[in-house]
Nanobody, 119 residues
Framework: QVQLVESGGGLVQAGGSLTLSCVASRSTFSDDNMGWYRQAPGNQRELVAKINTDNNNPYYADSVKGRFTISRDNAKNAVYLQMNNLEPEDTAVYYC????????????WGQGTQVTVSS
């Protein structure tokens, strides 16, 4: 069973930055497209960014485009989310996983990392 461990969340003021990290316990990590998701209280979990195995052609949700950057380091089995110019609306628990199609993901969800943006 693949384990996903997210870290890097915290409390930040609006306009601030955070970098999230996710490490996967999977030796074939480089074969998986990876994505960052978030879930705010009362909302469904949504995909905010994804990156393919070749570390190119990233996808971003409109709400984060131009502010968030996804990247990966296959040698470290890690995927990152650099978040700049954070807004209170970005407050959520952030998770990583491997998107399959629609809302279907490949692995069991990790514990996520809380991001709280104060106004």
């Amino acid at each position: 069973q693949v384990q996903l461990v997210e870290s890097g969340g915290g409390l930040v003021q609006a306009g601030g930055s955070l970098t999230l990290s996710c490490v996967a316990s999977r030796s074939t990590f480089s074969d998986d497209n990876m994505g960052w998701y978030r879930q705010a209280p009362g909302n469904q979990r949504e995909l905010v960014a994804k990156i393919n195995t070749d570390n190119n052609n990233p996808y971003y949700a409109d709400s984060v485009k131009g502010r968030f950057t996804i990247s990966r380091d296959n040698a470290k089995n890690a995927v990152y989310l650099q978040m700049n110019n954070l807004e209170p609306e970005d407050t959520a628990v952030y998770y990583c996983n491997s998107p399959v199609f629609g809302n279907v993901v490949r692995f069991k969800w990790g514990q996520g990392t809380q991001v709280t943006v104060s106004s």
